[in-house]
């Protein structure tokens, strides 16, 4: 019980730094009108933003993440050979990958939800955080009412 407790803690400060350096680095970027410099920051965001675009990067990505969650899946339930303890962990890792794409897109269309009603980047952030805190609070309120987690 210590250890889930120690885990949200750290998680939610996680998201608390995240969050910070988010916005930070959001806000912190700001030239005047008609300024022509191309920083290192926005080359390098231009770059991973072409690459983002493109659906031949999402496609791959999806099938990677498909295949190596299953692939751990499987080799946590199956009959490998593996200890005892090594498949227990393979499977909590299997929860945690899960958890953490599951909070990813709670964030990401919150994020893109605010932006797409014409709010600015600092709303679209403020509502993500909102939205994934909401899932850690029902994780925590669901392991402290059934026990979840076991």
């Given amino acids: 019980m210590v250890s889930l407790t120690l885990l949200s803690t750290a998680l939610m400060g996680l998201l608390v730094v995240s969050t910070f350096v988010a916005v930070a680095q959001i806000g912190?970027?700001?030239?005047?009108?008609?300024?022509?410099?191309?920083?290192?920051?926005?080359?390098?965001?231009?770059?991973?933003?072409?690459?983002?675009?493109?659906p031949v990067t999402w496609a791959v990505s999806f099938v990677a993440i498909t295949v190596g969650i299953g692939a751990v899946a499987l080799l946590a339930v199956g009959n490998f050979g593996l200890p005892e303890g090594l498949s227990g962990s393979l499977l909590t890792l299997v929860y945690v990958a899960v958890g953490i794409l599951l909070t990813g897109f709670v964030f990401l269309g919150a994020y893109f939800g605010a932006r797409g009603r014409g709010?600015?980047?600092?709303?679209?952030?403020?509502?993500?955080?909102?939205?994934s805190g909401l899932v850690?609070?029902?994780?925590?309120?669901?392991?402290?009412?059934?026990?979840?987690?076991?």
């Avoid at 926005?42 to 675009?53: F, S």
């Avoid at 850690?136 to 076991?150: D, K, P, S, T, Y």
Wanted: glycine fraction near 16%; charged fraction near 15%.
């Fill in 119 to 131: 709010l600015g980047n600092a709303h679209g952030v403020a509502a993500g955080s909102f939205a």
């Fill in 28 to 54: 912190g970027k700001r030239t005047a009108p008609g300024a022509e410099s191309v920083s290192r920051y926005d080359a390098i965001t231009g770059v991973l933003g072409d690459i983002a675009r493109k």
């Fill in 136 to 150: 850690f609070l029902v994780l925590i309120a669901a392991e402290l009412l059934i026990g979840l987690f076991g």
